[in-house]
């Protein structure tokens, strides 16, 4: 029986959704995906640790209400959380990262990932600074320790937008993308096309839980900005930092220009985007543009997301799906792990757990 | 150097297109994909058949104009293609089978797989002819034989709906699918829509090449009927004959239904889908239906396909592309030799070339 342990560091949403899924699932996986899950251990800034060779009991994890510090109520728990620790020595093979994203640096899950990479476990993450931030770095740590660095949920949570990309379009000559990258925006353009304002929009998407408090990294487009710098320098070799990318975001948009648009056959979107020019550079953008009715990308309503490829072989290719959600998301770090598993079974990485 | 020996078996647009791409692009492979492509046989009903131990010539193949029989006149050629006896014998690791479409039996498509399968050699094919008919028979040997039975390209082209759907979505709970699937039919509701009856606009795709002199495979939903059937024997185990799916066409809508459809905010696609049913059965169709216009298939225009997967973990996620194109096809072709590609290098496949 294939066996991965597993070290949750972060509970919130989306590590608790893998939780469940573990819960839930664990038999259904070990006949169709081959292998299950354990955890083995789990972190939080809020309730602390707990670390059991043996495994955690995921029903037991997801269903119990704790307070804050509550992990020390755990055999093996603490009511602090030393992250350091646990990732060096809890005997995990796989490092589930879904902490906070510090759109600066990157920290401190950009330590978090290099902690479990030095010490041979393979990392998944959905976390979108270490990836857009420090990638590079990270992905050459992996190497030299024979270990896998997946980050599928950074973009687009569930929706296989880099694996489709850079695996299955492999030879169709990538040349450059554009994608609707953020729901929030996405929705607040939707709600001004039926009439609303867009202190109006953002309140209203607010009330549903689309928007945060503070809406700007949405609405300005900086959350669409970490997006396009992961696609292009995952997809296009690029090595772009966040302000190499030129940034506006949806706030200065009126009703007046969505309606003009309207009249006239066309759609304001939020659009990130990144292509390779003639010289072999890449260059990137997040702004919001006019597309005609009938652009792949205009269609794309509400909280979903979309990626149109731009193809040498085929074209445009696009792939439209969930942008956020817990499950979702979760969903992403299980096929990162269906990634590790596959590539262990074949046999390039021998240091998996069996 | 890793090369593959591949014989080509029917020279039409796609294998003329893939010819092309080696003409031009094995160099390129060799450095991004790791591998390159040596053509050591081709036959064609009409041009005969050339087979040499040393390869042929990509750019001398396509650049030639070879008249009935003509290829009689290359070193090792004959006039007559006796395929059975090229296939067996030809010192290729990959056969790739572009030959016509037999809607009824499949002939003599499956008879080229099968001859090459027992004789281990790879199977790539855009023909949705054996993979409609008898992909279970065609898996079985190929598994015997220890070579791999791809097809891509079957449905939509080189836009990777069978590998995005078995591969990337992978335990994301697929439960059912529907998609536009026929450009021609599409491209003649664009048409209608824009006034033009159902024979004026079959006209216009006649014209413009993308309807055959007969269109019955294409408005009637025969075509779209032999995807369906690929898509759900592969992606949700069913094990459906064509004549197992309902199959109606859009031949009866008339300019009326599609301007009433439009004034109440609907749109009419000629849709293949199937579900997996609460008793575990496959249940699939052909049929015209009246979308919503934020339906993901409603905005997929002329002569562009798209598949919508419906999964438990992400809900809906639809792939967008060509459905048709010799070069588009020749990628899926190449897609399918990838596939093979990373599979040996991975150990699983001993047998293939190095």
């Known amino acids: 029986m294939v066996q991965y342990n597993i070290a949750l560091i972060g509970f919130g949403g989306v590590n608790r959704a893998l939780a469940q899924l573990v819960a839930e699932r664990n038999e259904l996986w070990q006949s169709e995906l081959g292998f299950r899950l354990n955890i083995v251990a789990v972190t939080d800034l809020n309730l602390g640790s707990v670390v059991s060779r043996n495994g955690i009991d995921a029903r037991m994890l997801v269903e119990t209400n704790f307070e804050k510090g509550g992990f020390a109520r755990l055999s093996g728990g603490s009511a602090e959380a030393d992250n350091e620790k646990v990732i060096r020595q809890a005997p995990a093979d796989i490092v589930v990262e879904a902490t906070f994203t510090n759109p600066r640096d990157g920290e401190p899950a950009v330590s978090h990932c290099r902690w479990a990479l030095e010490n041979h476990k393979h990392v998944v993450t959905t976390n979108k600074g270490p990836v857009a931030l420090a990638a590079a770095d990270l992905k050459a740590v992996a190497r030299r320790n024979h270990v896998h660095f997946e980050y599928e949920g950074a973009v687009m949570s569930g929706t296989p937008v880099i694996r489709l990309a850079k695996n299955v379009l492999a030879g169709a000559g990538l040349s450059g993308f554009e994608g609707i990258l953020n729901g929030t925006s996405n929705f607040v353009l939707g709600r001004m096309e039926a009439g609303l304002g867009f202190s109006a929009a953002v309140k209203e998407a607010q009330g549903f839980g689309y928007a945060e408090a503070d809406p700007t990294a949405d609405v300005e487009g900086y959350d669409v900005r970490l997006k396009v710098v992961i696609l292009a320098n995952e997809l ?86 969930p942008g956020a959600g817990r499950v979702e998301t979760a969903y992403a770090l299980l096929s990162d792990i269906i990634a590790i598993h596959r590539s262990a079974s074949a046999g390039s990485i021998t240091e998996a757990a069996e």
Chains 1, 2 share one sequence.
């Open 236 to 321: 296009l070799g690029a090595a772009l930092k966040p302000t190499d990318v030129s940034c506006e975001g949806i706030s200065a948009l009126t009703t007046m220009d969505i309606e003009t648009a309207a009249k006239e056959g066309y759609r304001w979107k939020l659009i990130g985007s990144a292509a390779r020019l003639e010289n072999g550079s890449v260059e990137a953008s997040v702004a919001p543009r006019r597309l005609p009715l009938d652009h792949p990308l205009a269609g794309v309503s509400g909280a979903i997301n979309a990626v149109s490829f731009t193809t040498e072989m085929l074209g445009s290719v696009t792939i439209t799906g």
